[in-house]
């Protein structure tokens, strides 16, 4: 997905959970929303076989971002 939104030179945030802790990643994620206004989000990232506990941390991560906003806001994190 990365490497495609690159090569579209489609916009595109990556979030390092190794590097900011879930406030400051919510934090970065709703900067980068309120500057691209994208109309569909895609969220990517490690399989979680591969990175144990990556979809809880996704998941918790979203549900921050979107707050209450994302109330009633089914969403899909599809891992690779």
Request: charged share 30%; proline share 5%.
């Amino acid at each position: 997905s990365l490497l495609l939104a690159k090569a579209r030179m489609k916009p595109h945030l990556v979030v390092d959970f190794e590097e900011l802790n879930r406030r400051d990643a919510a934090k970065a994620v709703r900067q980068w929303l309120k500057e691209v206004k994208p109309e569909v989000l895609n969220v990517a990232g490690p399989r979680e076989s591969s990175a144990p506990g990556i979809y809880r941390k996704v998941y918790g991560l979203m549900k921050e971002v979107l707050g209450k906003k994302g109330k009633g806001i089914q969403f899909l994190i599809q891992t690779y």
